[in-house]
C-alpha cells in the first residue's frame, strides 16, 4: 500500500513537469531547426503597428534567416544581399563596411533583418548603414507590411507583397517560404 503524503504528491508532480520538459527538449532537438521565441523588440514593433507579432519576426526570419552554431535559425541583422548572393557579418560595424563598398558597384543590395532593397527603399532611411540597425529596419518593414494588408486583406498576401508588389510566381514561392517559418515560431 502506497501512502500519499501531500509531499509526495509534490514530488511526484514536480518529477512529471521536468520529464515532459526534458522529452520536450529531445524533441526540438530532433527538429531541423526550432525557430525560437520571438524576441521583445519584434513584439514591440509589431504591437505599434498593429501586426501580429508571429507575421512580423516570420517575415524576417524569411528573409535573413541563419543558422547559428548551436542550431537554432535566427533572423540576422548584419544580412546583406548582393544581387541574389547572401553574406553574413559578425557585426553591425563590418556589415556597414562591406555595404558602402557594394554600393560603389550598385545600388541592387537587401539590407538587414527583413533585406530592404536599397534601390526601392533607401528614401526612407538616413544612411545605408543605418538599415542595418534592427529597430530601423522593423519599423519599415512593419509599415510595409501594413501597406501590403491594405492592399490584400491578409497577412500572407501582404509578406507576398512585401517580398514582390508585383506578384506572380516570385511572390508565391516566397509565401509558401514565409508559411514554413511562421509554422516553426513557437510564441511565448
Known amino acids: 500500500m502506497v501512502i500519499c503524503h501531500p509531499l509526495n504528491q509534490l514530488n511526484i ?22 525557430a525560437s521565441a520571438i524576441p521583445s523588440l519584434y513584439v514591440d514593433i509589431a504591437n505599434e503597428h498593429n501586426i ?12 535573413s534567416q541563419k543558422k547559428l552554431t ?3 535559425v535566427r533572423p540576422w541583422p548584419w544580412t546583406l544581399n548582393v544581387k541574389g ?19 560603389r558597384q550598385t545600388q541592387i543590395v537587401d539590407i538587414g533583418l527583413t533585406q530592404q532593397n536599397w534601390r526601392y527603399q533607401g528614401g ?8 542595418l540597425e534592427p529597430k530601423a529596419n522593423l519599423t519599415h518593414a512593419a509599415r510595409l507590411l501594413n501597406q501590403g494588408y491594405r ?8 509578406a507576398g507583397w512585401f517580398h514582390r508588389p508585383a506578384g506572380g510566381d516570385i511572390a508565391e ?8 517559418n511562421y509554422r516553426a515560431i513557437r510564441y511565448e
Open 70 to 72: 548551436n542550431g537554432s
Open 151 to 158: 492592399v490584400h486583406g491578409t497577412w500572407l498576401g501582404a
Open 173 to 180: 514561392r516566397y509565401k509558401t517560404n514565409f508559411v514554413n
Open 85 to 103: 548572393k547572401a553574406y553574413f557579418y559578425p557585426n553591425s560595424h563590418q556589415a556597414c563596411q562591406a555595404l558602402t563598398g557594394f554600393l
Open 52 to 63: 501580429p507579432a508571429k507575421v512580423l519576426y516570420g517575415l524576417a526570419l524569411t528573409e
Open 13 to 34: 508532480g514536480f518529477l512529471m513537469r521536468h520529464a515532459c520538459k526534458m522529452l520536450a527538449a529531445i524533441w526540438l532537438s530532433i527538429l531541423p531547426y526550432t
Open 124 to 131: 526612407h532611411f538616413d544612411s545605408p548603414c543605418e538599415v
